[in-house]
Structures are given as C-alpha cells and as structure tokens.
C-alpha cells in the first residue's frame, strides 16, 4: 500500500488491432485520426524488405497521398529527427505512420514533437516537456520486442554528447497501435531473439519497480509467461505462426508494464552502450539483465521466486534466497538457447566496436543520470554501476 499522497497513471493507445492482417486497416484509422497526407517513417531495411511498399499502396489505394522518409538508423539521431521535420514541411504532410521497430517508432515520435511543438528534440528530453497536442499518428510493429508502437517513450541520440536522451510524454503515445504478425514472419533469427530478450527486459524491470501497480504487474507476469513459451519456438523457426502471434501479445503486454511503472538500470545503462558505441539496444538489455537483477534481487526477493516460477524454474524445496536466484538462471539459460552473446566485448567484436574497460567511467556518470533508473527497486552508487558495467563485459 501506498503510504504517502500518490496518483498513478495508466498509458495506451486509444485502439489497438493484433492479428494477422491487422495492417490493412491503417488506411481506415490515419484518415479516422484526422489524416490526409502521412509521413510514413521507416528505415532501409524495412523498406528493402517490401514492408513499406505493402503499407504504402494500401494507402494509394485507398486514395491517399503519402510521403516516405527511411533514412532513420538504428538508435536513430537528433539529425535523423531533424531531417525527417524537413521532409514532413516541404512536403506539406499532416500526419505520421510509423513502420519498423524501436528505431522508426522513436524517430516519427521525434518528428511529431517538433512538429507539433517548435524547438529542436533535444528540448523534449525527460518527463512530458511538451504542451502541444500531437498530430494524428498510427505506429504499425514490424518486431516483437520493443513496443514503441504502444508507449509514450522516445529514445534519442545525441549526436554531440554520444547520450541517449530519454524523452517520456504521454503526447507521444500513438492514437492507434497496429501489431500483425504477418509482417514479423520474416525477421531473422538474430533479430528475433534480440528484440524478445528486449520484451523480457521490459516486463522484468517493470515487475521490481518501485512504482508497479497490480494492473502492471498483471500484465509483466503475463508477458514473462508468453515469452519463456514462445522466444525460443521464433528464433528456431520464424515462420511459426503461433509463436510470432504469442510473441505479439508478450512484447505488447511488456509494453503496458513498462509503460507504467518505468524501467530501471538495465535500460539507463543499455543507453549508455548504444549512445556511446551504437551498439543494438536489445542484445545490450540481455547482456546487462542478469547481472542488474542480480544487484536488485535482495530489494525484490519475492518478486524474483514469482517470476522464476513463471519461467518454468523448479523451486521445489528451495529456501528463499535459492528460489529468487532461479530467475536469475531462467534469464542466462534463455539468452544462451537464442544465441545472444555472452558479455558486452563480445558483442562489441560482432559489430566491430571496442568497448573498452576506460570508457566505464563516463557511461557510469551518464547512466546516473538516466530518467529510466529513477524507478530501480534499488538505489546503486557510481561504484555499484561500474562493477556491474565491468561484470558484464
């Protein structure tokens, strides 16, 4: 129970359509929403990939003029959003579809807010620092992991500071969230364990934050569940369809745990990975997630032994402190069955970046400076986030 004066809040898109085909429906609800002209925000691959081209002729279709702007890179970059509003204003657009994963959805937030607003995106970073209403904006995922399509996160980098700035609006939440796993039946193995290892870092740090609530917990406890069921099943086989159905409603009902309660150190020390070395934001979670829980563990230990349970660990005759460390093993064994990397070095090496033990310092400053760790169920001191940077490497 509470026990001081507090008032929680509860953010979702006004509609959301799960299910195969779902995507269909986009032309329908960005004219409902008040669009007549979209930017449609996605990124090369995507495109390459002929999703954007399946998007867009539904909406020429259906009569609609669209504009395209793909350029966006993984941990897209205030330059990224700057060059999007341009794109958006010459071309006279007044709406936004945003395509992909994390990286599109982010970027077209970042857009919407400028837009909308004024200013550059960087005067938007921390907790609902627009006054503006948001342009009609429907977030079509492509992934199963991230659940930008849902939230009112925005993820940023700064390119002069090498920072991620963490930007939490609920302006930014999209008016409609489409999520069809038709258009996830083609992601690669890699990327399906990187963005499930994503979800399940999302329900888990939302499941110990301090501000949890029994409605966010009802829905990480869930996600958890879904994805100890369903990860391992995606990555060996991407063309299964109930697994890429499961893995929907995991990453969504993540979305909504974490939506809510915030995040934690694993996410404020992931930023400084992918803003330092533009490493994968999802591989960087699942690398950190054991080892920030295993600091947290003794502040949540009973939250540890339910969720171990959820993950099919056997707790059976364990004391308290054995039962809570299950968790701990179910995260390690299911990294390793879908094949991310064993430590932070390792995975600098397989996307040719160095990460080095000096640079410990500077992200350590700046992960303590991240909104996300806010609401960690326990309070780490610069040396607490630097032994768990390098027990990770």
């Known amino acids: 129970m509470a026990v001081r004066e507090q008032v929680y809040g509860f953010f979702i898109p006004s509609v959301t359509l799960i299910g195969l085909g779902a995507h269909k429906e986009v032309p329908a609800k960005i004219k409902a929403l008040g669009g007549k002209k979209p930017l449609v925000v996605a990124d090369k691959g995507i495109t390459a990939a002929g999703i954007t081209e ?17 350029d966006t890179i993984p941990n897209p970059t205030d330059n990224n959003v700057h060059d999007g509003v341009e794109v958006f204003k010459k071309n006279n657009c007044d709406s936004v579809i945003t ?3 994390g990286s599109s959805h982010d970027c077209g937030k970042g857009i919407g807010l400028v837009v909308s607003n004024g200013g550059k995106i960087h005067d938007f970073e921390g907790i609902d620092k627009s006054d503006k209403p948001f342009l009609p904006y429907v977030a079509v995922n492509t992934t199963a992991g991230t659940a930008s399509e849902m939230t009112r996160f925005c993820i ?11 930007i939490v609006d609920w302006r930014v939440t999209p008016g409609v969230a489409v999520d069809d796993p038709l258009l996830m039946m083609g992601m690669p193995p890699a990327l399906t364990a990187a963005t499930g290892m994503d979800a ?5 740090e939302a499941y110990v934050s ?8 009802a829905c990480a406890e869930k996600a958890i569940s879904l994805i100890f ?15 890429r159905e499961g893995m929907c409603y995991a990453q969504y009902l993540a979305g909504m745990a974490f939506n809510n309660a915030s995040l934690g150190h694993v996410h404020a020390m992931a930023h400084q990975l992918g803003g330092f070395y533009d490493l994968p934001h999802g591989e960087c979670n699942a690398i950190l997630l054991p080892h920030v829980e295993k600091f947290n563990l003794i ?13 099919g660990e056997s707790i059976e005759g364990l004391g308290p402190r054995e039962a809570a460390e299950k968790a701990l093993e179910g995260i390690r064994k299911l990294s390793a069955d879908v094949g991310i990397p064993s430590g932070l070095i390792e995975l600098g090496k397989r996307y040719g970046k160095d990460v080095k033990k000096e640079d410990i310092k500077t992200m350590t400053a700046n992960a303590q400076k991240d909104a996300c760790g ?6 780490p001191t610069d040396q607490d986030v630097a032994a768990i940077f390098e027990a990770a490497l």
Do not use: W
């Open 54 to 70: 399946q998007v867009t002729s539904l909406l020429k279709a259906d009569g609609m003029e669209c504009v395209v702007y793909d």
């Open 99 to 101: 395509l992909g994963g």
């Open 156 to 166: 940023i980098t700064d390119t002069s500071r090498k920072v991620k700035m963490a």
């Open 200 to 204: 399940l870092t999302h329900a888990v």
């Open 210 to 217: 301090i501000i949890a609530t029994p409605m966010t917990d």
């Open 229 to 243: 069921q369903h990860l391992r099943p995606a990555v060996a086989n991407g063309q299964d369809v109930e697994a």
């Open 299 to 311: 502040a949540k230990m009973d939250r540890f032994i339910k969720m171990a349970e959820l993950m």
């Open 374 to 379: 806010f609401t960690n169920p326990r309070c």
